[in-house]
């Protein structure tokens, strides 16, 4: 840590050109924390709600998500918000499935990430590279033939107030 700082130092007495400072501000946040879905230095929350499970995860640093189906790499500030039903067919008790069990086998419903910073994701769904602020929301995409209702009402930054209204199956 100490050899960033003296670099920091050199660089801003010697006038450096701002790509070197964006590589050193870069770097500082790289170093910051490292995580992996819930492990690592993040902040992974359950809340339990009347129809669904929501799950709200903030990182900083490095950040590495393979849940979803686009798995992504994101250096910065990572947030998201999932919701998932907590009734399903298939399943009995939904909310005392394992966060990667929970991912595995139900369909989430509503997806919303921030992201700050840069972020590759590559997948099925999507492949893209993001430097700069990105937010993206994903809905449960459906067939034609499938026939189900919901009805979702969120606030991404009040988690816990989320309601869900769900008639469907959630095995994937």
Known sequence: MLTILEMARTLCHRRAPHSLRAILILMTVATAGCSINEYGL??????????????????????????????????????????????????????????GALFRRVHQQISISHVYGLQIMAGPGESSLTLGMREHARLLSVDQSTTMRRSIIMNPSEPVGTKLDFDGRCLK
């Not at 499970?53 to 990572?78: C, K």
């Not at 907590?86 to 909310?95: I, S």
């Open 42 to 99: 993040v902040e992974h929350e359950r809340y339990l709600g009347e129809g669904h499970v929501t799950l709200a995860v903030s990182a900083f640093g490095i950040h590495l998500d393979t849940r979803d189906v686009n798995p992504s790499l994101t250096m910065g500030r990572y947030q998201a918000v999932h919701v998932f039903p907590d009734r399903c067919a298939d399943l009995t008790d939904v909310a005392a499935l394992e966060t």
